[in-house]
Each structure stands twice: as structure tokens, then as C-alpha cells.
């Protein structure tokens, strides 16, 4: 289920740990620009950018220039089409952690 301005899927967009962990930078702080991002990768600038825009297209990120520089800001809100997935199978862990409680409880 996309947002008409979302060109890329969430979930596509969070399945590569470099992505993630630029979520986990983006959520830390107001704004950072993009040489402050790449120095927290082991590659190029043209890399991080590559998975910048990812995010963007998934709706993720938000980008603006001052002056030269470019910064990113996090939009989580498309995440919540993948927490309200995780939701499903939170309840169906639990009714079934529940059921394994009471089979466990019975034997004893």
C-alpha cells in the first residue's frame, strides 16, 4: 500500500542494512547534511547518496539545499505501514506463545 508520492516500497526500502542504519542517523537529529552522513559509511559519497535517495522515493527522507550543501531529515511516517504488518504477527505470536504457556502449564 503506497502514498501517491511514495515511487518505491517502504519495505524495499528498509530490507538493506546501510538504509537502516541512515534511518537510525535521520531519526537521531533535526537535519544532517550529507557529508556528515557519508563519514558514517565505510564507501563513497556517491553511495550514501544512492541509498538517500531510496529512502526519498519510499518517502522516508527529505532533502533541501542550503547553499551547496545538501541536508536529509527523516519522515517516519511511512513506516507505519510496516508496523501496522508487524502488528498481525505480534498478535499471532502471542495468542500462540499463549496457547504453548497453557500446553507447557497442563503437562506440569
Do not use: C
Not at 22 to 47: K, S, V
Not at 62 to 77: F, H, P, Q
Amino acid at each position: 500500500m503506497r502514498d501517491n508520492n511514495q515511487l518505491r516500497d517502504v519495505f524495499d526500502a528498509i530490507a538493506d542494512p546501510t538504509r537502516r542504519q541512515l534511518i537510525r542517523l535521520l531519526a537521531g537529529a533535526e537535519e544532517i547534511p550529507l557529508h556528515e552522513l557519508t563519514t558514517q559509511f565505510p564507501m563513497g559519497r556517491t553511495a550514501v547518496s544512492k541509498h538517500l535517495t531510496v529512502l526519498k522515493e519510499a518517502g522516508l527522507a527529505l532533502d533541501r539545499k542550503v547553499g551547496r550543501e545538501t541536508r536529509y531529515r527523516l519522515d517516519a511516517s511511512p513506516l507505519r505501514e510496516v508496523q501496522d504488518w508487524l502488528a498481525f504477527y505480534n498478535k499471532f505470536w502471542s495468542a500462540n506463545l499463549l496457547r504453548l504457556n497453557q500446553l507447557l502449564e497442563e503437562e506440569e
